[in-house]
């Protein structure tokens, strides 16, 4: 079993930056691939982004390269991503998820990959 626990989400202006902050317990956490995932109101959720077991390999969806970076830190047993160049667009409710791997460089971009999650952080960005 895997405990997640989001935090940093909150209110920002268009064009200001939050960090958010997945720690994780239990199973390893070297084992496991991560992802952000994302879901506004009325959609579907999505993938923000992703990073391998190693933290060596990284995946963006287009609507957020470039302006967000994941990363993490295996002493701390945490990921993060930091979102910057905000806009309204980027609101929504996001989730930390954790997906058991055994290759050291792959990265998943499917919820269906992934067994556990956060309960969410919601972040709204004010136009």
């Known amino acids: 079993q895997v405990q997640l626990v989001e935090s940093g989400g909150g209110l920002a202006q268009a064009g200001g930056s939050l960090r958010l902050s997945c720690a994780a317990s239990?199973?390893?956490?070297?084992?496991?691939?991560m992802g952000w995932f994302r879901q506004a109101p009325g959609k579907e959720r999505e993938i923000a982004a992703a990073?391998?077991?190693?933290?060596?390999?990284?995946y963006y969806a287009d609507s957020v390269k470039g302006r967000f970076t994941i990363s993490r830190d295996g002493a701390k047993k945490e990921v993060y991503l930091q979102m910057n160049s905000l806009q309204p667009e980027d609101t929504a409710v996001y989730y930390c998820?954790?997906?058991?791997?055994?290759?050291?460089?792959?990265?998943?971009?499917?919820?269906?990959?992934?067994?556990?999650w956060g309960q969410g952080t919601q972040v709204t960005v004010s136009s």
């Open positions: 990073i391998s077991q190693s933290g060596g390999s990284t």
């Open positions: 998820a954790a997906a058991i791997t055994y290759v050291s460089y792959s990265y998943y971009t499917t919820a269906n990959k992934y067994e556990y």
């Open positions: 239990g199973r390893p956490f070297s084992s496991h691939a």
